[in-house]
């Protein structure tokens, strides 16, 4: 099956800075790459996600980074606020697997004042 | 559209109950996947339902089983409840009936095994 492995597992920055979190995964035949934020008490929600066959996808702040090779994916957040304080999970499927998605431990991200 | 709605929120059972979680699905959304979600194993795969078919299994002991309704409604339950079991379980909807595909997810049902 898959297996996934996220760093680091905590992250603190100072508001304004940047904030990366990586990833690698085991099945070379990976194709999607979600990442979700989870505030303390809420539900995950997805905020950006890549399929295999791009390496780089924005939106606004947010980046993800996918460098098939290495088997690795990152996240970049870029102009960090307090409200971007939360847990993050990148997450893999096994190739055929469709939804059932390999989570990785989070990382938990303070920003800063 | 409404998002994924998850029922009860929590519950607190003994050992050795059983219990039903219900999860409905974004109005259109086919396919219904279950996640456990502990501090010490993180958010782990139970199972993913598509068309009232299990598509998808995790490693989970027979105990936890789930179902599909026509109306793309899932439940999942689990039987002879363990400490152990406590947890957050979320569900979690997508559209598309093959490949992998956004999953949005419910707010969860806190379970509690006393």
């Known amino acids: 099956g898959e297996n996934v492995e996220q760093h680091p597992s905590t992250l603190s920055v100072q508001e304004g800075d940047s904030a990366v979190i990586k990833c690698t995964y085991s099945d070379s035949a990976s194709n999607y790459f979600p990442w979700y934020k989870q505030e303390l008490g809420k539900r995950p929600q997805l905020i950006i996600d890549?399929?295999?066959?791009?390496g780089e996808k924005k939106d606004q702040r947010i980046a993800v980074t996918l460098n098939k090779t290495a088997k690795h994916f990152s996240l970049h957040i870029t102009e960090t606020q307090p409200e971007d304080s939360a847990v993050y999970f990148c997450a893999a499927p096994p190739y055929g697997g469709g939804n059932k998605l390999t989570f990785g431990t989070g990382t938990q991200l303070k920003v800063e004042l | 559209k409404a998002g994924v709605t998850q029922t009860p929120r929590y519950l607190i059972k003994t050992r050795g109950q059983q219990v039903t979680l219900s999860c409905s699905p974004i109005s259109g959304h086919r396919s219904v996947s279950w996640y456990q979600q502990t501090p010490g194993q993180g958010l782990q795969f139970l199972f993913e339902?598509?068309?009232?078919?299990?598509?998808n299994k995790g490693n989970f002991p027979g105990r936890f089983s789930g179902r599909q309704f026509s109306n793309s409604r899932s439940e999942m339950n689990v039987s002879t409840l363990e400490l152990g079991d406590s947890a957050l379980y979320l569900c979690a909807s997508s559209f598309w009936q093959r490949g992998s595909d956004t999953q949005y997810f419910g707010p969860g049902t806190r379970l509690t095994v006393l």
């Open positions: 890549i399929r295999s066959n791009v």
């Open positions: 339902y598509f068309s009232e078919t299990q598509r």
